[in-house]
């Protein structure tokens, strides 16, 4: 299975479009948003292309409860983080912020983050973390987002000049 991570859009409706179409073109089966979508708006080009989305907010989220709202509507999901999930017998956790320590509750193989803008996987303790960057590409110059293919683990980064 094939699931497209990305976060921190703030509102670039044009490199969030971008990206959920390199997903689709890509057969991506899910959407995981980490968080930092900003404004209710936003959310037009996830209904677009009408892939399922779970995700959290981040620190950015001005009317939560109206975001939360426009993405059930349409059968997405979005809560306060952590958001735990159970895919092809891999359990997901997924943040805005990864707390330091990681939680000894957090039983996760993969644990999803994002808030710092920069991309990133790396191995720690037996899990696999995975910063997918900035869609937005305003803090770093570098629009990001990732594929993550499960079971195998396997990762593939999709680019955007900005």
Same mark, same amino acid.
């Given at each position: 299975? /094939?699931?497209?991570?990305?976060?921190?859009?703030?509102?670039?409706?044009?490199?969030?479009?971008?990206?959920?179409? +390199?997903?689709?073109? @890509?057969?991506?089966?899910?959407?995981?948003?980490?968080?930092?979508?900003?404004?209710?708006?936003?959310?037009?080009? %996830? @209904? /677009?292309?009408?892939?399922?989305? +779970?995700?959290?907010?981040?620190?950015?989220?001005?009317? =939560?409860?109206?975001?939360?709202?426009? %993405?059930? !509507?349409?059968?997405? +999901?979005?809560? !306060?983080?952590?958001?735990?999930? @159970?895919? !092809?017998? !891999?359990? *997901?956790? *997924?943040?805005?912020?990864?707390?330091?320590?990681?939680?000894?509750?957090?039983?996760?193989?993969? *644990?999803?983050?994002?808030?710092?803008?920069?991309?990133?996987? /790396?191995?720690?303790?037996? =899990?696999?973390?995975?910063?997918?960057?900035?869609?937005?590409?305003?803090?770093?110059?570098?629009?990001?987002?990732?594929?993550?293919?499960?079971?195998?683990?396997?990762?593939?980064?999709?680019? /955007?000049?900005?």
């Amino acid at each position: 299975m /094939k699931i497209g991570i990305l976060a921190d859009t703030h509102d670039h409706i044009d490199n969030t479009q971008y990206f959920l179409e +390199k997903f689709y073109m @890509k057969d991506v089966h899910l959407v995981i948003f980490a968080g930092d979508l900003v404004s209710p708006f936003a959310i037009s080009p %996830f @209904k /677009k292309v009408g892939i399922p989305v +779970k995700g959290v907010f981040g620190n950015n989220e001005g009317e =939560r409860e109206l975001i939360r709202h426009k %993405f059930e !509507e349409v059968g997405f +999901k979005i809560v !306060e983080p952590p958001l735990n999930l @159970k895919i !092809e017998e !891999e359990f *997901i956790s *997924i943040f805005h912020r990864l707390p330091h320590p990681i939680p000894d509750d957090i039983d996760s193989h993969i *644990i999803i983050f994002a808030h710092t803008h920069r991309r990133e996987v /790396k191995r720690e303790g037996g =899990r696999l973390l995975i910063n997918p960057g900035e869609v937005c590409g305003w803090v770093t110059g570098e629009a990001t987002a990732v594929i993550l293919s499960i079971p195998d683990g396997e990762i593939e980064w999709i680019f /955007k000049v900005t």
